[in-house]
């Protein structure tokens, strides 16, 4: 591995010394200090949730399924969940202060207006929460703190008596104002958390299936995933280096943290400095004001048919994608994955702008997103993974194993090409 763990055999991780992708050597010591099940939802705070939650239904193939505001008798905030498959996004902005909310009915416990407020006027759109469900919600939490978290939501068991059933919720911190939210349910079925209202809603899919992983930008590195990995007993799952990802004009150093069973990835960046021009993790770090969540990859099952969905809609209200590589990339494809993809499936690599990476064990396909808000901030990646199937030893179904095909290392240095350029548009050296 990549790591000195010295005498903090506890933490899990110790004095951090990366070795680069090619040298590290993966290893799963299933250090987990609590039963981890997979992400459940991830929700962002902002300052409209109404228009937001629809540029990003319409963007990703998401349809509404789930609210919380006034219709609903919250004169606190409003709130709405949108779903493809088990990808869950929810979207809540703070009402007036000035409103009489003597009689609300808020589905989250300790959610105060002030500090929405706060972290919309610091951040912009940003995640707030990454929703993880885990065995028990209050051992999670209980655990974590004995491990060194820092508190943000003691443990509250929430009841729905319209849908039945009970959930238990907890939050610690993760990063910056990001917080780590993990849920337990007890019979509810909801999406969401109990107390949303359902909505009927014309199902709406391009194939977006489920969160993949979860990346954060962060000052230090080495203070982040120490912290982390020792509260959690998350494990190093992979990890990248300047020498791996960067170009002669910017950087960054990486570490990917994983739970047990390899469904929970966290990927965390830092800049490196020195180079002709700003980490781009610098850039966020700036335009952020501090420490947040970078990007979010979602998974499908057919990246050509899902990217031509998208595509489509780029200019007229949904996202726009970065500049794709050179032709000379996409002519050397075949030589890298010809054993893989098809010559079919390389011209739509081509077409649709598509990255390709793999390591020992399979194939990754990337596309990125430019940011999704006014800052140059937080961006989605959307991917697929092939091969690494094998058997679940307790349903027997075929699963692929988290991360398969790595995290498109060969592709970081034309990503980071591709945003340096882009970020030269918001600067004035080039138009856009």
């Known amino acids: 591995m990549g790591l000195d763990k010295g005498d903090h055999e506890d933490s899990g991780i110790g004095a951090l010394r990366l070795?680069?992708?090619?040298?590290?050597?993966?290893n799963n010591p299933k250090t987990d200090h609590f039963g981890v099940q997979r992400f459940h939802h991830i929700e962002f705070w902002c300052g409209d949730a109404s228009n937001t939650w629809r540029r990003f239904s319409w963007g990703l193939g998401m349809h509404l399924v789930a609210k919380s505001d006034q219709t609903t008798g919250n004169q606190t905030y409003c709130s709405y969940a949108i779903q493809s498959n088990e990808l869950v996004f929810a979207f809540t902005a703070p009402y007036s202060s000035k409103i009489d909310q003597t009689n609300t009915k808020m589905p989250h416990p300790g959610y105060k207006s002030k500090e929405a407020r706060s972290f919309v006027d610091a951040h912009g759109l940003a995640v707030r929460a990454v929703g993880i469900l885990v065995d028990d919600a209050a051992e999670a939490y209980r655990t974590s703190v004995e491990h060194g978290a820092l508190s943000v939501l003691e443990p509250h068991v929430l009841s729905d008596d319209a849908k039945g059933g009970k959930m238990s919720m907890a939050e610690v911190k993760l990063y910056g104002d990001v917080v780590l939210r993990y849920v337990s349910t007890q019979g509810y079925k909801g999406p969401m958390l109990p107390n949303y209202e359902d909505v009927e809603s014309l199902p709406l899919t391009y194939g977006l299936v489920r969160l993949d992983h979860a990346v954060g930008n962060v000052h230090n590195l080495a203070e982040a995933v120490s912290q982390i990995s020792k509260y959690t007993g998350f494990h190093e799952f992979a990890e990248f280096?300047?020498?791996?990802?960067?170009?002669?004009?910017?950087?960054?150093?990486?570490?990917?943290?994983a739970s047990n069973n390899e469904m929970v990835l966290l990927p965390l960046n830092e800049p490196t400095f020195g180079t002709k021009r700003k980490s781009q993790i610098q850039t966020y770090l700036e335009h952020n004001e501090g420490p947040g969540l970078q990007h979010l990859a979602l998974i499908c099952d057919n990246i050509?048919?899902?990217?031509?969905?998208?595509?489509?809609?780029?200019?007229?209200g949904g996202f726009d994608f970065m500049p794709k590589p050179p032709a000379t990339y996409y002519k050397n494809l075949a030589n890298r994955v010809?054993?893989?993809?098809?010559?079919?499936?390389?011209?739509?690599?081509?077409?649709?702008?598509?990255?390709?990476?793999?390591?020992?064990?399979g194939v990754l396909l990337q596309i990125f997103t430019k940011p999704v808000g006014d800052r140059p901030t937080i961006f989605i990646e959307i991917?697929?993974?092939?091969?690494?199937?094998?058997?679940?030893?307790?349903?027997?179904?075929?699963?692929?194993r988290g991360?398969?095909?790595?995290?498109?290392?060969?592709?970081?240095?034309?990503l980071f090409k591709s945003i340096e350029e882009y970020e030269k548009t918001l600067d004035g050296t080039i138009k856009a």
Do not use: P, W, Y
């Not at 070795?19 to 993966?26: H, I, M, Q, S, W």
């Open 338 to 361: 010809g054993d893989i993809l098809t010559e079919e499936q390389i011209k739509q690599c081509d077409e649709l702008g598509i990255l390709v990476d793999k390591d020992d064990q």
């Open 383 to 400: 991917i697929q993974r092939i091969g690494c199937m094998e058997k679940d030893e307790t349903t027997g179904v075929s699963v692929q």
């Open 241 to 257: 280096t300047a020498d791996d990802v960067g170009t002669s004009e910017s950087g960054l150093n990486s570490m990917v943290l």
């Open 304 to 316: 050509f048919s899902t990217l031509k969905e998208m595509r489509t809609r780029t200019h007229i």
């Open 403 to 414: 991360g398969c095909g790595g995290f498109g290392k060969g592709n970081f240095s034309e």
């Open 19 to 26: 070795v680069g992708c090619d040298r590290f050597v993966r």
